[in-house]
């Protein structure tokens, strides 16, 4: 299973990465020449392919820029924004840590992206191992397949305002959405369903904090913090509810 979800990982990065590469790679010598060298020996149908070392030098490379693939094609962005404004609503500096909001929401993350990374693995990552399909076959089955899961979680709305900005007409199909326009409207639909649901977790602990502030007014404790006493109860009340099992639940649900 990691070795299906890394190989899903680099060719999503490849998709992106490669029309780039092809268009300015780097001058650095050796590498240019081998390139040159490749790309005129695949226009002249001779079979000469990259050198192991210039292949491990390349994939090395476009590794660097994995975790911001991580952030931008997957759901991982709304799932980390929601755990940490859950953690400022029961009024909580570092419980649960950071690291475990992370882990926690990586795994939530591949469970969310399972059916997107298994149709990768039975579209892309199996034929090209198996050497029924050449390798920009395999990136653009894998593109289509984190593209699909992309366009389903992003408004039209985004979508309308970053092609404006791009000075691009409205798309009639989304096959034709480049990816300059579909990452960021992606991510700001992301952010936007994040702050929804994190507003609606605020809500509960809020009311809390004022009935326990308005009670200690009322009572004159004037220098007790109303914090420390609304703690216990927003933690007895985020327990008896069940929440982290309805958060989860509904996070991974909120993605259809």
Request: without cysteine; charged residues 10%; glycine residues 6%.
């Amino acid at each position: 299973m990691n070795r299906h979800i890394l190989a899903a990982g680099l060719l999503a990065l490849l998709v992106l990465a490669l029309p780039d590469l092809a268009h300015a790679a780097p001058e650095v010598p050796g590498i240019g020449s081998a390139l040159e060298r490749a790309m005129d020996g695949a226009a002249g149908g001779e079979d000469t392919p990259l050198s192991l070392s210039l292949q491990v030098l390349l994939i090395m490379g476009l590794l660097t820029v994995l975790p911001a693939l991580v952030l931008m094609m997957t759901s991982f962005t709304r799932i980390i924004i929601v755990l940490a404004i859950l953690r400022q609503a029961l009024g909580l500096q570092q419980s649960p840590p950071n690291q475990v909001l992370i882990g926690l929401s990586l795994f939530l993350s591949l469970f969310v992206m399972g059916p997107t990374l298994e149709q990768v693995n039975t579209a892309a990552i199996e034929p090209y191992a198996a050497e029924q399909i050449e390798a920009d076959a395999a990136i653009e089955a894998a593109g289509d397949a984190f593209r699909a899961f992309m366009i389903r979680q992003t408004r039209e709305t985004d979508l309308a305002m970053f092609a404006d900005i791009a000075g691009q007409q409205q798309f009639a199909d989304a096959d034709d959405i480049p990816y300059s326009i579909l990452l960021p409207a992606f991510v700001t639909s992301e952010l936007k369903t994040a702050f929804q649901i994190g507003f609606m977790l605020f809500m509960p602990f809020l009311v809390i904090d004022l009935v326990v502030a308005s009670v200690l007014m009322s009572l004159g404790m004037m220098m007790l913090s109303p914090t420390i006493i609304s703690l216990p109860f927003k933690l007895l009340l985020f327990v008896l509810v069940d929440g982290w099992a309805l958060l989860m639940g509904s996070l991974a649900m909120s993605f259809g």
